[in-house]
């Protein structure tokens, strides 16, 4: 499959490069910690193949048929919880299969929690935030043509077998790697360039997200680019909510930049997953396929595309919704599923994480965002821009004290400012290795 998504001729928005950019490279202990905790997908698996050709290898021919037959009806005992019956099926041209199932039939719903529920009227909206109630803009490859889902039902990107190969097992597929705070954290592989604010009651955050297609050098690392609204003791109790994109060939099979969302309880231990790979968020909108990939995206020194994200927790009931673009709501996770975030955040995180394999034993050259140096401006390095939090009365305000934090500036660096136009912002990533990160 073509690893490149469309250039993008249209730009969301063209701003001038003249920005004021101011850095910082202070690090406060609790951002050393929660690095820690940043999205991590599943331990780096096995080349996807079929179960046949899986059991066989060169150096041992050896065949379990007992083991394979076991996991074959693991796998599909899987597929069956994730792929609901649909009413209506639609191909993509990037090779996703997109399921229209009904919206009482979606995955949530199978939550012990949630069982025999049905999704909940829209919310009230924070105060600041002027939403159009147009219809939901464009932006994925599946509904280019025009397709799309019949109202009362949901997409769902369709998981394959391969999928599930991919993972380093079955029970852990959709799923972060557990893991154990260390305070080293040049030691896990896992790199970032991040902005956040802390020290205060978060009930919700909102960025404009710029979106690329950077390379990924192998099927053992991913490039993404989110927010995370978190609470908890970055110990074993940690609750994040995030969104955002990431090019993952490990939990999609190709190089697209897709639009994802993730959720945990205790720490990417047991609770928790990527999209609707588990029971929890529960989606209400016919037109956006979580999981899908973006299309267009940006393009160096050319177009520019961006995607604007707001997560807050409704006064009245205390779901967290998430809303794309300018009033189109994807859907919401529901209080019941958290400890800490049943009340607030206690922070929120905006920024670049990568993962570094080492591969023949020098620094990857996965890219950050663009690919390209926070110092390159405007066209030339991703940014986030417009970034905002929901305060305890439900307004949406500008951030007090953002900080900027990059633990390998030499592969991957940030540069914060404010402006009247984009308020806060930072410009963020890099090429991974170059020789000053060899």
Wanted: charged letters at 20%.
């Amino acid at each position: 499959m073509d690893c490149s998504t469309s250039g993008s001729s249209c730009s969301c928005c063209r701003w001038r490069s003249f920005f004021k950019i101011s850095s910082s490279s202070s690090s406060l202990p609790i951002i050393t910690i929660f690095v820690l905790f940043l999205l991590v997908p599943s331990p780096f698996f096995c080349h996807a193949r079929s179960l046949e050709t899986a059991t066989f290898s060169a150096a041992n021919r050896t065949f379990r048929p007992g083991e394979e037959l076991q996991k074959l009806k693991m796998i599909r005992a899987r597929l069956r919880d994730i792929n609901k019956p649909s009413l209506k099926t639609i191909q993509s041209p990037d090779g996703d299969i997109i399921d229209c199932v009904a919206s009482h039939q979606q995955p949530a719903f199978d939550h012990p929690l949630l069982k025999g529920q049905k999704p909940l009227d829209p919310p009230e909206r924070p105060n600041g935030q002027h939403s159009t109630a147009a219809a939901a803009e464009t932006f994925q490859l599946w509904s280019v043509s025009g397709e799309e889902c019949p109202e009362g039902t949901v997409p769902i990107r369709r998981t394959s077998e391969e999928d599930v190969l991919r993972a380093s097992s079955v029970q852990r597929f959709g799923k972060k790697a557990r893991r154990h705070v260390r305070r080293d954290t040049s030691s896990n592989g896992h790199e970032h360039a991040v902005g956040y604010v802390s020290g205060d009651q978060y009930y919700g955050a909102k960025a404009s997200i710029n979106v690329w297609a950077p390379k990924v050098a192998n099927q053992y690392e991913f490039s993404l680019s989110q927010m995370w609204v978190i609470s908890g003791s970055f110990g074993n109790d940690l609750n994040t909510i995030e969104a955002g994109w990431q090019v993952s060939p490990e939990l999609y099979g190709d190089s697209y930049p897709r639009f994802f969302t993730y959720w945990t309880t205790d720490a990417y231990q047991a609770t928790g997953c990527y999209n609707l790979l588990c029971s929890g968020f529960v989606q209400t909108n016919n037109r956006i396929a979580i999981g899908a990939a973006i299309s267009p995206t940006s393009s160096y020194n050319s177009g520019q595309f961006d995607i604007s994200l707001l997560v807050w927790k409704d006064p009245k009931h205390g779901n967290w919704w998430l809303e794309f673009g300018s009033g189109v709501l994807v859907g919401y996770w529901p209080s019941v599923l958290f400890t800490h975030l049943r009340d607030h955040a206690s922070m929120v995180q905006f920024g670049g994480e990568v993962v570094n394999s080492r591969p023949s034993g020098s620094h990857t050259g996965t890219q950050m965002g663009s690919g390209h140096f926070a110092g390159e401006g405007f066209g030339k390095a991703s940014y986030f821009r417009n970034l905002q939090v929901v305060d305890w009365d439900n307004n949406l305000i500008p951030l007090q004290n953002l900080r900027v934090l990059a633990d390998h500036p030499n592969c991957y660096d940030i540069q914060g400012g404010i402006n009247r136009v984009w308020g806060n912002y930072f410009y963020y990533g890099g090429p991974g290795r170059n020789v000053r990160c060899p």
